[in-house]
């Protein structure tokens, strides 16, 4: 069952979520359409990660360094576009602000030993990306767990990806990891060996550890994000005054292509029949735009 | 009559005071008209009697115009009596039997005017007002006098108007027409003249029936008229041909940069700005009319305009000519905006065979000239891509990659892999220069350049929250960018907005493609049901594509007959007079598309109304005619439209005549310019740098030397310039090449061959295209820019040798010699290729931007090419110790283009230099485009 509260996103202005077609105004354009930089945001932060410097020219593979930010950011919205695709159970996302490399989490359990549970984590992704180590998964308030750290909340995600490998390891799949956790308990080489013991040795204390465990998680959930990040997932009471009229958005809007391309309002054009590759195959020959 | 009346109203003094009550009125009234009665009846009236006349029916006309309706709509007295009397016919007759000049005319002309848009009450629905101002508008169809033209089409475009509001008088307009023996709704009639004409008054009449075309699309009958009644469609159409006659063949080309007609250069053309209205009435026809009036002018465009006047305009004896014509063609096909027009336009480009090559090959071929034509072409084809057109994207370059026989078969899976780690936009970029090294170019250099790759295309950067779904992750990357540039770390920042530009121009292409048949990834279409051959239909079903996709005409249409060319010898002369457009449409018939008929039917009988047309025309060229109907009928209108039509046409029949002649004549000259100047060229031509050498000699025609035996006629003057051109380029080529090319001398020849071997000519040229499609690729044969095989197209070409098709080979030749290439032809060849990678089929994306794909050794693919420019540019800056700072110079030149910023001169004829800037940027723009089809392409959508 959902307690009533409404998470989001904390935003600092009037900044809208984007599902719902209506996009932020596009900045003025410049009278002669020339390119510039926007100003820069007056939140700005240096990057959590600080930037190689002082690299030669040339990486190994023959690509000019000064590009590696931008394959990298591109690797990562490719990744994120993966989870978005894969439509997780219970599993929300949102990178963060500052950073790529940082994506804030929430996960939700619906039923099992970890019922109700709502559990806040981040995600840190190493900055040599997808070539480095698997990414990080830590949990806000660690949970009850044996593969959780008692101490840091972090999950041992390593157990599931002893190495890395570009092309086949994705992000969306240590986020799946970390739901499947709380339905198919592990003890092996656990993190926290108090649950892994209990969980072996005494079920009935291990749950009921498990509930108070959960019962914690859910009453700091309208605490202030620990990462203080535009971007950082917030929950707050339910505010019909607030949160009624986001719900009903939620349930009624599609996306439509249409929404998603707005303001470039191309129509291409085709009179090729389906199954064809004969132009000017369609049998009305009337206009088909 | 009623200028008096008019002009007094005008002056703001009413003749009626307000107030005055209606009875009084009444009384007046009836007075004035027993009056005039009296002097109406008398055979010779006396001069002032007919003053007296003019005074009283101007008062009586504003008494009728402020009277105001009776009770629920009745009419008012003084209306019931104008009925009842029908006062206004007897006028009308009464000024008929006087002398009816062009200012009684025009008198009464405006006294309707005035009443039709005035009066307080409906005039036109009662008879005795509609019939005497229908044989007003008919006596006065065929006066000359611009006056009277002018209030005519002022009055008939108000009549519109009040059909337009009020389309229950359209019954009435027709009802009185069949009383008068016709059975035409007059006012369109009337119109049709004026379609073509310039001006207010042209542009008043176009108004006038586009308001009554808005009207066909409700209501049935006005369409089923416009469609079988009348010659709107075919006056409209090959009124076009008359208008693109008179447009000049040769264009002043203002520089060496120009390569399309842009709105400031047409504006200062009187005759094309006339085409042009009228292209965008048959536009704005096509949108609003019925689809049945839509459909008969589309048919007659294709068959009155395009095939019988572009297609060969489109082949004419110079450069000059056919650049001219390619530039009206892009023109047109940029001003075009209804699908159904802009269908017309594409079916004949893509499907017309002009002495049995397709427009779309020709076209293709001639990118490859050196000349301006190449460039003109070129920006057409910028023109075409930028449609998002799924017919022209499968002809050009689809229906080469869907057999998917391009890449190795192990291969066919990466079609729609997703470049997840940006893999081949690094491998792009790592082919920039080490001159142009992002780490090498000072910063503040580096903030800018990026302005040096807008191309003219207007749009601004919002980098930051430029990712709808995930917006936040491009915040995350402009603060890398910021702070990485803070840092002094040189981060390219201009690449941001290719990113940008990349996002814009792939979205918007998916969103357009939305429309498409099918996905083309390798699956869909399926690429074993495209083998080979599969897709090359014989020439007859192409045809048949032509004829099936022209509309059904409402009209009864001319039956099956034999293409123009085989007509029956024995024609008379006069017959020949009439444009044969008309019933040059054969194919147009339901029933003709198809195998079971054979090829060749004995003409049939053309329809009546072209048979009447035809007729009428000819008895004014013989000067018989006579006025057989009255002038009220609809005949004598489109005896006027045919007359000028008639005038028309056989202008363009001598001038048509004139060039067949020639062409016959100079037959052999015209093949090197259709194909053979890109067959001929050698590969060395290009390669060697030599265009410079060329150019001058080239385009200055006057300094050739002929060898052609009969050079007395301005025909072969015309093509004496073009052999001249042509055998200027093999002697630039011997020399460069070192007599190497064994295949060119036979070439040579073939353009000095006497007239009387034509026939002979026109088989060999035949016979060069297949053995060109017979060719196989050799290796060296595919790296050579200027193969053969550009130019065989879809002629017979043996789908066997892995083959991307020849607007890819042309363009990817053009790349090739970038270095060579002028600056402007560099940036539209880039622009081409960055709007084909833009596009989001997998089958092109792979083919363009996929460096992980293995192609089939045969097939040259975009990164091979990239790489063999980066070569040379390698090659280049190590042999000149100046280049790094020529390099910088290019991209100050180009930046001072764009803005005030001053710069130190630098030659254009440093293309080697200005083309490696322009890599360098077009390398970014590629990486970018990308990395954005990596994540644009893959973003969830809700179904």
Redesign the interface.
């Known amino acids: 069952m959902l307690p009533f509260f409404f998470f989001s996103l904390q935003r600092s202005d009037n900044e809208e979520q984007s599902g719902h077609g209506e996009q932020r105004a596009s900045p003025a354009r410049l009278p002669f359409g020339k390119k510039q930089l926007p100003p820069i945001p007056k939140n700005a932060a240096p990057i959590t990660k600080p930037v190689t410097t002082g690299t030669p020219a040339q990486s190994a593979n023959g690509t000019h360094a000064s590009y590696g930010p931008f394959y990298l950011e591109y690797s990562l919205l490719a990744e994120f576009t993966l989870v978005i695709k894969q439509k997780l159970p219970g599993i929300y996302v949102q990178p963060s602000y500052k950073s790529a490399l940082m994506w804030f989490g929430v996960i939700f359990i619906r039923h099992g030993l970890y019922q109700d549970g709502v559990f806040k984590f981040t995600v840190y992704i190493p900055d040599n990306y997808p070539d480095g180590e698997c990414p990080k998964l830590v949990f806000d308030i660690p949970v009850f767990h044996p593969l959780v750290d008692p101490v840091s909340g972090e999950l041992d995600v390593r157990r599931a990806f002893t190495k890395w490998r570009r092309n086949h390891n994705h992000i969306w799949q240590v986020l799946m990891y970390a739901r499947t956790i709380f339905y198919k308990i592990n003890t092996v080489e656990p993190l926290n060996p108090e649950a892994a013991v209990l969980y072996d040795k005494d079920v009935h204390l291990f749950k009921s550890k498990v509930v108070d465990s959960v019962k914690l998680c859910n009453s700091h959930l309208f605490d202030q994000p620990k990462i203080d990040d535009p971007y950082a997932i917030s929950f707050s009471p339910w505010n019909p005054a607030v949160h009624e009229e986001a719900k009903e958005r939620m349930f009624t809007y599609k996306r439509r292509p249409e929404d998603h391309h707005k303001g470039t309002q191309v129509s291409g054009l085709s009179w090729v029949k389906p199954g064809s590759t004969q132009p000017f195959s369609k049998e009305d020959g009337s206009p088909q735009s | 009559m009623a200028s008096m009346v008019a002009s007094g109203n005008r002056d703001g003094q009413p003749l009626v005071p307000k107030g005055v009550d209606p009875e009084t009125c009444m009384i007046v009234f009836k007075n004035h008209w027993a009056q005039v009665v009296k002097i109406l009846e008398k055979h010779d009236p006396l001069r002032n009697e007919a003053n007296a006349v003019q005074n009283y029916v101007e008062h009586m006309l504003f008494l009728l115009m402020e009277e105001d309706s009776g009770q629920a709509g009745a009419m008012g007295p003084i209306l019931e009596f104008v009925v009842m009397e029908n006062v206004m016919e007897r006028l009308f007759v009464w000024s008929l039997r006087r002398e009816f000049t062009d200012d009684m005319k025009l008198e009464q002309l405006k006294m309707y005017e005035m009443l039709v848009g005035q009066a307080r009450q409906p005039l036109l629905h009662h008879k005795p007002i509609l019939r005497p101002l229908m044989m007003l508008l008919s006596s006065c169809s065929g006066t000359a006098a611009p006056q009277v033209e002018a209030e005519l089409v002022l009055l008939l475009n108000q009549l519109c108007c009040v059909l337009a509001k009020d389309p229950s008088i359209l019954e009435l307009f027709f009802h009185t027409s069949e009383d008068q023996g016709a059975t035409n709704f007059l006012i369109f009639s009337l119109l049709i003249p004026f379609i073509h004409r310039e001006g207010t008054v042209g542009q008043q009449a176009r108004d006038a029936l586009l308001l009554i075309m808005a009207l066909s699309a409700e209501n049935e009958r006005v369409a089923k008229h416009v469609a079988e009644n009348t010659y709107f469609c075919p006056v409209l159409a090959t009124g076009l041909s008359g208008l693109y006659s008179s447009l000049p063949t040769k264009l002043e080309v203002p520089n060496e940069e120009w390569h399309c007609l842009h709105k400031e250069d047409w504006l200062k053309m009187p005759s094309l700005v006339q085409f042009l209205n009228s292209l965008e009435f048959c536009n704005a026809v096509i949108q609003v009319a019925h ?1 049945d009036i839509r459909d008969q002018l589309v048919g007659y465009i294709y068959n009155g305009f395009l095939v019988p006047v572009l297609a060969p305009a489109l082949h004419k004896l110079t450069l000059e000519e056919v650049m001219t014509t390619t530039a009206y063609l892009d023109l047109f096909l940029r001003s075009v905006t ?3 027009l ?2 017309t336009f ?2 004949f480009i ?2 017309h065979r002009h002495e049995s090559v397709h427009i779309l090959d020709t076209l293709v071929s001639r990118i490859n000239t050196p000349f301006q034509l190449g460039t003109v072409s070129l920006a057409l084809f910028r023109t075409l891509i930028g ?6 994207m ?2 050009l370059v ?2 080469y990659l ?1 057999p998917c026989n391009h890449m190795m078969l192990s291969q066919r899976r990466v079609v729609r892999e ?1 470049d ?3 893999v081949s ?3 792009i ?2 082919l ?1 220069p080490s001159c142009c ?4 170019s000072p910063p503040p250099l580096r903030q800018l350049d ?2 040096l790759f ?1 191309k003219g ?9 430029h ?7 491009s ?10 540039a803070l ?1 002094q ?5 201009s ?3 290719y ?2 530009d990349a996002r ?1 121009s792939i ?12 996905l083309y990834d390798g699956e869909d ?1 399926p690429p074993e049901k ?1 083998q080979p051959g599969v ?1 090359e ?1 014989p020439a007859l079903t192409r045809t048949q ?1 032509v004829l ?4 059904k005409p409402v009209a009864p249409r001319p039956q099956h007959r034999p293409q123009p060319n085989t007509e029956p010898p024995a024609v008379n002369q006069l017959e020949l007079e009439w444009d044969d457009s008309y019933d040059a449409c054969p194919v147009q018939t339901a029933e003709a598309p198809v195998e079971s008929k054979p090829p060749q039917q004995p003409p049939a009988e053309p329809p009546k109304h072209i048979q009447e047309m035809r007729k009428t025309a000819i008895m004014l060229v013989k000067g018989t005619y006579i006025e057989e109907n009255e002038f009220q009928d609809d005949v004598m209108v489109y005896d006027l439209v045919a007359k000028k039509d008639a005038r028309d046409v056989e202008r363009a029949k001598l001038k048509s005549r004139g060039s067949e002649s020639e062409s016959t004549q100079q037959g052999s000259a015209e093949l090197p310019l259709k194909n053979g100047l890109s067959l001929t060229l050698p590969p060395s031509l290009m390669a060697e740098n030599s265009m410079k050498t060329l150019e001058p000699k080239a385009t200055g025609q006057t300094d050739c030397k002929s060898n052609l035996q009969n050079n007395n006629t301005a025909a072969a003057e015309l093509g004496d310039d073009l052999l001249a051109q042509y055998e200027e380029l093999i002697r630039t080529l011997d020399s460069e090449a070192g007599g190497k090319q064994v295949k060119t001398d036979a070439e040579v020849k073939k353009p000095v061959a006497p007239a009387a071997e034509v026939e002979e000519e026109e088989e060999e040229e035949e016979m060069d295209f297949t053995s060109f499609s017979a060719e196989t690729p050799e290796p060296e044969k595919v790296q050579s820019p200027f193969g053969p095989k550009f130019c065989s197209g879809s002629v017979g070409r043996s789908h066997s040798v892995p083959f991307t098709g020849p607007f890819v080979s042309v363009l990817l030749s053009r790349m090739e010699n970038m270095l060579s290439n002028s600056l402007h032809v560099n940036l539209l060849l880039t622009g081409i290729l960055a709007q084909l990678a833009a596009y989001p089929q997998p089958l092109l994306r792979s083919f363009l931007l996929n460096t992980n794909l293995v192609f089939q050794p045969t097939v040259r693919s975009l990164y091979q090419v990239l790489a063999t420019v980066k070569h040379q540019i390698e090659e280049q800056a190590a042999s000149r110790k100046d280049f790094p700072e020529l390099i910088t110079a290019a991209q100050h030149w180009l930046l001072a283009r ?1 803005t005030s910023f001053m710069a130190a001169a630098i030659s254009l004829d440093r293309t080697d230099v200005f083309a490696t800037v322009l890599f360098t940027e077009f390398l970014k723009e590629l ?1 970018a485009i990308a ?1 954005e089809h ?2 644009l392409s ?5 179904e």
């Not at chain 2, 295309?457 to 929250?465: E, G, P, T």
């Not at chain 2, 915040?475 to 990485?484: I, R, T, Y």
């Open positions: 689809p209804e699908p159904a802009l269908q594409l079916s893509l499907l449609l998002y057109c799924e017919d022209v499968l002809q689809l229906r869907i997703r997840c780690y940006s936009a690094a491998k970029l790592a920039t090294s992002p780490d090498r990026s302005i807008s295309i207007s749009c601004c950067v919002a980098v930051l929250h990712f709808t779904p995930c917006s936040h992750m915040n995350s990357l402009f603060l890398l960018c910021v702070s990485a840092r770390i040189y981060l390219d920042v690449y941001l907005h990113l940008y814009l979205s918007g292409c998916i969103q357009a493609c939305q429309v498409w048949s099918a279409p495209y897709l239909e594509m099936k996709r022209v509309p764009e990486a990395q990596s994540i893959y973003i969830p959508m809700e």
